[in-house]
């Protein structure tokens, strides 16, 4: 089975601008589209209680119908919809909009309007936090606390963008929250040139910024990918995205970097993959395993895959539910470049999806050391997304149609077997820590 991909990236996007006259569409309309929302969870989705209870996903559907009764835009009818995203509990099931947000800001920036102008962390309590100044620029507020924004106070503002943001857990959906938050809170709270911000006491008003924020910009390969020597026995390898559009590049960054390491004697290797919402497993299973693993290993253990239309084999029916095993991948004992010193793989909230494979994979095979902060992501993995665009408002929904256990077939969530907290104001803390080590 192919891994999950890329669908965390998409997982985010959400409703398209308003326009000077934003169309609107009927109650019997929005009702329709939510039928075909809920119909189409059961029609691809192999068993949605691995996030939620039916009982409870029915009775947020019922909350969200009742909502749908008055004309509605399109921006109105996502803020309706997206409150089950929190309720579904997954990653990888998630209402959005085709399109993904990077089309959306473009238009946005492109016609003069502006974003929130700092990066903002959001705390498991809800409080915001002025992380570094916009798109990671230096600021004399990082660390300081949101009191409020326009006479709003910071964990109220939160508390209201939370309850759109999908994720396994709370902690997961303050990460994405807090790596996407210049997005949610122009989408919730409206188009502002500039904000009054009070921090720490003492109220100002700043401009907002008129750039695309990194999260949604296209990244190069430096800003994703990155091999760094502190010293001859220590690397860093830091791997952001388990995707690049031409593979044998990532393979080539990899291999140059294990030679490196073989050159220098390195005995310490730390593979940071705290920035890793996912990707495609033949990006670890090709660029990385070869050189650490030692064993026969599988990138997961037993599934569950949900048939869908032109997508059944011979023998199978659309709606049958199948179970299977992984295959098992040999390790590669021969390759030069293997590397025999000791690997550490650090996580953080962040992690997610095929970075969640290789995390189990790595810990279940004793192939690295899992270090960081867990908690945050189920072990049990969800994937094969489908995207299904209602017919009316043309929202979409992101479906996953397999689930997929770690090797071990252990359950629960994703835990280090070191814990080394995160400074979520300087991210090199946790790894100048670990080397310390």
């Known amino acids: 089975m192919r891994s999950i991909g890329l ?74 919809l997206s409150a089950l995203n929190p309720v579904m509990a ?28 700092f990066d903002v962390y959001v705390a498991a309590d809800g409080e915001l936090f002025i992380r570094s100044g916009f798109n990671g620029e230096a600021s ?15 964990r109220q503002i939160s508390e209201r963008l939370l309850a759109h943001v999908n994720g396994d857990t709370p902690a997961l959906q303050a990460a994405l929250l807090s790596a996407r938050f210049a997005f949610f809170y122009w989408k919730l709270f409206g188009d502002k040139q500039s904000y009054r911000l009070q921090v720490a006491g003492v109220e100002s008003t700043v401009e907002g910024r008129g750039a695309m924020p990194t999260v949604y910009a ?5 800003e994703l990918f990155r091999f760094e020597m502190p010293n001859a026995r220590q690397a860093v390898l830091t791997v952001n995205q388990f995707y690049w559009r031409e593979k044998p590049k990532f393979y080539e960054f990899t291999r140059d970097a294990f030679a490196r390491m073989q050159a220098a004697g390195t005995q310490t290797l730390v593979i940071d993959i705290r920035g890793n919402s ?4 033949d990006m670890w299973l ?20 949900k048939i869908i239309e032109g997508r059944q084999k011979e023998g199978q029916k659309v709606g049958d539910v199948v179970r299977g095993s992984q295959s098992t991948y040999q390790p590669a004992l021969d390759n030069p470049l293997r590397f025999t010193g000791k690997v550490y793989v650090l996580i953080g909230p962040y992690t997610y999806s095929s970075a969640i494979l290789f995390s189990n994979a790595v ?18 993995q969800s994937g094969g997304t489908q995207n299904v665009k209602l017919s009316r408002t043309q929202i979409g929904l992101v479906v996953p149609r397999f689930l997929l256990k770690r090797p071990s077939g252990a359950e629960g969530l994703v835990q280090p077997g070191i814990l080394v907290p995160d400074d979520p104001f300087r991210a090199a803390t946790a790894i100048e820590a670990l080397l310390r080590l």
């Open 140 to 154: 004399a507020l990082q660390g300081r606390r949101i009191d409020a924004i326009d006479g709003i106070p910071g």
């Open 363 to 380: 810990q279940d095979y004793g192939f690295a050391t899992v270090v960081g902060t867990g908690g945050a992501a189920r072990a049990t």
């Open 218 to 222: 296209d990244r190069s390969f430096e």
């Open 286 to 305: 090709e660029g990385i395993m070869p050189y650490i693993a030692t064993k026969p290993y599988r990138n997961g253990s037993d599934y569950v895959l």
């Open 90 to 117: 997954d990653g990888h099931l998630v209402v959005t909009f085709p399109g993904g947000p990077s089309a959306e800001l473009s238009r946005h920036l492109s016609g003069g309007g502006r974003l929130f102008p």
């Open 278 to 281: 996912g990707g495609d497993d």
């Open 7 to 80: 669908a965390f990236v998409l997982l985010f996007a959400c409703v398209a601008g308003a326009t000077d006259a934003p169309e609107t569409f009927s109650p019997q309309d929005l009702r329709q589209d939510l039928a075909d929302l809920e119909a189409a969870i059961g029609r691809i989705h192999p068993d949605v209680e691995h996030s939620v209870r039916k009982a409870e996903l029915a009775r947020a559907l019922s909350d969200v119908k009742a909502q749908l009764n008055r004309s509605m835009t399109r921006d109105e009818a996502w803020v309706a």
